[in-house]
Structure formats: structure tokens, C-alpha cells
């Protein structure tokens, strides 16, 4: 074990020498002294085996957790996971004890997935909190914690999270192929984990959910998906989703009937705005001006009098003008980013239209564009609408609204065609399954009787019929 560790040269590895009181044994205590709870060591461990009778260590210690250790490579495993082993002279097995103490921010806010109503804390970087946070929601007996180990050189474990009368055992098992078939020296969290498991790395449409929310991840915990945690990651994963998944928010559960589709619907029209309006700005200007009312024709023919850029360069300057604010936004220290951000934008704009580089309507329809991206609160569906936006302004400057409903369908054919762990994207809406029917809208929770059929969940039913 000195050898394995390097004891003397890593400095955090710890060696305790004792004599049992209980069988009068020499037994020494392997730790990483930076990774472990010092005071449940001495009071819990040392102080019970050098004092007190009994007939094992098992009886002896007072340690939620014991294990049996045989071998030198599970023995190594459990000291990199914080557990303290304890060899004693004359036995085969050695003893490995939970103590681990890494060290993580408390329980706060969601900073990514804010909410109005309902709850607001939001997963650590430690999986024991993320966990609890769960449990703490879902009160249930059937409630599976299963770990599996993940890394040649740096062994790290994935915890798949879900309900064990209620998950399909073929999706559960396609999760754990794909787990045990990732070969790699390691993957450290959740965020790399994602991109081992996604099918189709070059899509630019996500397959896996990724949530900071404990709320979110237990609602789907009850309709069959299942959850994936990591250590240092403040988020987990759901698998399998649909394109529902990524449009709805954990607030709509939480407002009544008619206000969450409310705003269900102005996600919508954010959702449409953002990804089509630019581009189809550029294809009726362009080639289909006589769908433009006479005065708003002469209004932006008269504003575009003296920019001497075509209308497609203009659209794609202030766009990415837009992503540079946005990036920049994010990347400046927290009290500087949003001035920033909002006088940037006002100064660039302004500056750009007086300078006859840009029309005033095309700061209009670009900052319309860039904002209502900001409605879609999911990072990964954020990212896919943003890049999109920029392949359609091509396609309706190529050949205007004809190029561009081609490339709007070839998207829409492609989205189609995706599925995640065998599950069709735009389930349950298409092909058509039973199910809550939670889909652009929703309807009284009271009338939601069917867990997602897709899923082919082992309790189809919520409830049963009123």
C-alpha cells in the first residue's frame, strides 16, 4: 500500500499504525487525509478498536458503512473515493470505511434555471447532496441508487437514478451498455459524460436533458426516465427525451392552468421568432417585396437608401455582432456584464445606423431575433436555435422563401428521423402515443392520468380514472 500510494512523497496519504485491543492484532489505517472527516476517523475508528471488545472489527467500529476488500485494486479504488482501509495482521480481507469529506458548496439557488414559484434550490457538486435533495422530494421504497465505475486511470462512478417498478428494463439496460462501453483514461462529470453517451456527437439537436434542477429531475424520476449523477457536477441527466423536454419549463407544473400556457405559447412564438424571423426578413425583402405594404416598402427602401452592404451582409453582421455582446456578457466579471452587455448593444447599434453601415430596421429585427432566444431557458436547445438561425438567413438570401421553407423542412425531416436511447423525438405527438399529453400545452393536472407510453413504463397509469 506504500508503494501503491507513494507514502512519504504524497504528502495527503495517511498511514496509522494500531494494536486491537480486541484480538491483540497489529492492523494499520490507509487515508487520504485531504478527502476524509479527521474527527470520525479518531472517534469512530481508532478510538472504539484500541478500547472496546467484540468479535470483529465490524462490531467494533461505528461506521455507517463497511465494506470487504480482497483485492489491491478495489482496495485502491475506495481510498480515491474518500474511504479510509484498515488491514489487520493475519487476515485476507481487508475492511474499507466511509469517511469521506470532500469538501463542495452548500444547497443554493439555481443560477440557470430560475423559477418565479416553486422550489429554488438547485444541486451541489457533491453526489451524496444531490441525492439527498431527491429523496428529500421523492418519498419512495422503490427509489434505485445503482453506482457504476467508469475510467481505466481514474475511476470515477455514475449513479443511475430511477424507480424500480416503474422503468423499462430494455431503456435501463441500454444505459448501462452504453455506460460500461465508455473507454477512456477518465470522465471526470457529468458535462463529459454527456458527450460519451449522446448517439450522434455532429447533430446539432441534443438527445440527453441536462437540468440543474432537483424538482425537474424528479418529475421525470416519477413518469420512468432515468437520472444521471456525478460527483463535481452541479446538474445531472435525463435519458431518454423528446423535443418536450427541452421546450417546457419545471415552472409550468407549477402555475395554474391557463397562465402556464400562456406562457407556453409566447415560448412558442419566442421559439419561431428567433429561429425564422431574420431569415425571413431577408427572403421578403429580397425577393418577395410585393408581400411588403406599400408605405413599410418605401420606409425601409428609404432607410436602406445609403448603406452600401446587400441586405443578407447587413442581417449577418448584427447577428453576430448579437453573439459577441451575448458571449462577452457572460464572460466579464458578474458586476460588469450586464452594463456591458445592454450599453454595447445600445452604442453599437446606434453608432452602425449613423454611420450608414446598418438600416434602423435591421436593429429591430435582429435585437427582436436575439432576445426572444432568451425565452428558450434550455442551454443545449438555446444553442441548436442560434446556429440554425444563421444556416436559414443563408438559405432565404440564396433564393428566398423558396430556400428557405427547403431548409426548414430538410430540418424538420432530420429532427424527425432522431431518437434518444430508441425513443422518437417528437413522441408523443409524433408517432402518436398514449400519455399526459403534455406536449405544446397542457392540460389540468387533475386530468393527467397517463405516464409517457413511449417509455413503456411498467405502471402505465397514474391514477385511476375519477
Not at 462490531?59 to 475506495?78: G, H, L, P, Q
Not at 405559447?265 to 405594404?293: D, G, K, Q, W
Not at 445609403?306 to 448579437?322: G, K, Y
Not at 402518436?432 to 392520468?449: L, N, Q
Amino acid at each position: 500500500m506504500k508503494q501503491l500510494f507513494s507514502y512519504g512523497l504524497n504528502k495527503d496519504f495517511s498511514m496509522r499504525t494500531l494494536k486491537l485491543r480486541f484480538n491483540q492484532k497489529e492492523a494499520c489505517l490507509f487515508y487520504y487525509g485531504s478527502i476524509v472527516d479527521g474527527a470520525i476517523i479518531n472517534l469512530n475508528i481508532i478510538k472504539p478498536l484500541l478500547e472496546n471488545n467484540g468479535d470483529s472489527v465490524g462490531n467494533i467500529v461505528s461506521i455507517e458503512n463497511i465494506e470487504e476488500v480482497t483485492d489491491f485494486e478495489t482496495a485502491n479504488e475506495n481510498i480515491n473515493s474518500g474511504k479510509a482501509i484498515l488491514f489487520v495482521d493475519g487476515d485476507k480481507t481487508a475492511f474499507a470505511m466511509d469517511v469521506a469529506d470532500f469538501q463542495h458548496r452548500a444547497v443554493s439557488k439555481s443560477e440557470n434555471e430560475s423559477t418565479i414559484k416553486g422550489p429554488q434550490d438547485a444541486f451541489t457538486e457533491s453526489m451524496n447532496t444531490n441525492i439527498s435533495l431527491i429523496r428529500k422530494q421523492l418519498h419512495n421504497s422503490q427509489l434505485i441508487n445503482e453506482g457504476i465505475q467508469i475510467g481505466e486511470r481514474s475511476k470515477n462512478e455514475v449513479n443511475l437514478i430511477y424507480i424500480k417498478d416503474l422503468v423499462n428494463n430494455d431503456i435501463l439496460e441500454n444505459v448501462r451498455s452504453r455506460l460500461k462501453e465508455i473507454s477512456t483514461d477518465s470522465v471526470r462529470n457529468i458535462e463529459v459524460l454527456e458527450q460519451y453517451l449522446e448517439e450522434r456527437p455532429y447533430s446539432l439537436v441534443p438527445t440527453i436533458l441536462y437540468t440543474e434542477k432537483p424538482d425537474k429531475a424528479t418529475s421525470y424520476l416519477e413518469d420512468g426516465f432515468i437520472v444521471l449523477l456525478m460527483d463535481s457536477s452541479s446538474a445531472c441527466l435525463v435519458v431518454p427525451v423528446t423535443f418536450w423536454s427541452f421546450f417546457h419549463n419545471p415552472e409550468d407544473r407549477y402555475l395554474r392552468f391557463f397562465y402556464a400556457n400562456f406562457t407556453r405559447a409566447l415560448r412558442l412564438l419566442c421559439f419561431y421568432l428567433t429561429l425564422m424571423i431574420s431569415a425571413s426578413f431577408v427572403a421578403i425583402a429580397n425577393f418577395h417585396s410585393e408581400m411588403i405594404p406599400p408605405d413599410l416598402l418605401l420606409a425601409i427602401t428609404a432607410s436602406r437608401e445609403r448603406v452600401p452592404f446587400p441586405l443578407i451582409f447587413e442581417v449577418l453582421i448584427m447577428e453576430i455582432a448579437f453573439e459577441l455582446i451575448r458571449e462577452a456578457g457572460l464572460r466579464i466579471p458578474n458586476p460588469l456584464g450586464p452594463t456591458i452587455g445592454i450599453v454595447g448593444a445600445l452604442i453599437l447599434g446606434q453608432a452602425a445606423v449613423e454611420a450608414n453601415i446598418i438600416s434602423p430596421i435591421i436593429v429591430i429585427v435582429v435585437a427582436l431575433s436575439g432576445l426572444s432566444s432568451f425565452a428558450l431557458a434550455d442551454l443545449n436547445i438555446n444553442f441548436t436555435v442560434r446556429l440554425m438561425r444563421f444556416l436559414f438567413i443563408i438559405a432565404a438570401g440564396v433564393y428566398g422563401m423558396l430556400a428557405l421553407t427547403g431548409a426548414f423542412l430538410l430540418f424538420f425531416m432530420y429532427t424527425a428521423s432522431i431518437k434518444s436511447f430508441g425513443i422518437p423525438f417528437f413522441s408523443p405527438m409524433s408517432p402518436h402515443f398514449i400519455s399526459s399529453e403534455d406536449t405544446v400545452f397542457r392540460k389540468p393536472i387533475k386530468k393527467e392520468i397517463f405516464r409517457p407510453s413511449f417509455l413503456r413504463p411498467k405502471d402505465l397509469q397514474k391514477k385511476a380514472k375519477s
